[in-house]
């Protein structure tokens, strides 16, 4: 059985293998050369997350590790049914970039309480503060991303899709 601490390490890790599918489907949705650097950027940092927690995530042994992960699996197959049903409605860039936006802001969320709950783990602690600074800068891509988008933007084109 998972620890409040291990699910939350398990959620974390989850949204980091999302993000990086999620910036694919933004990527390819957008036109826009400064924001799909942004994306390759943010796609890159959230491989290394994903890395950094399958370390930490051995220091509780085998077994845990291995219930950890399931855990992450299971969390990225709903953030991805999420994606999915978000992206198959025909969704343009300014929707697609607010999604990635939302995942960001739950990507900082999930780390602050990791950051919390870390407690006496300084590894874990230490991974939490690094995904932290990570995650609340892309979340201010995410909010800018927006914002260009929306200048780029005809408000009297038809709605896309």
Known sequence: MLTVLQ??????????????????????????DVLCDELAGMRRDAEETRARCLVVERLFGEEAADEILAHVNTTREKAADLAGAWFKAGT????????????????VAAWNAVSVLAGAHPEIADLAAWAVDVQFRHLEVALAGSIRLAELADPQAPRYG
């Not at 989850?14 to 036109?31: F, H, N, R, S, Y």
């Open 7 to 32: 699910e939350k390490l398990a959620e974390a890790h989850a949204l980091a293998l999302a993000a990086t599918v999620v910036a694919q489907k933004v990527e390819a949705i957008v036109d826009d």
């Open 92 to 107: 343009g860039p300014l929707a697609a970039w607010s999604f990635l936006a939302m995942g960001e802001a739950a990507e």
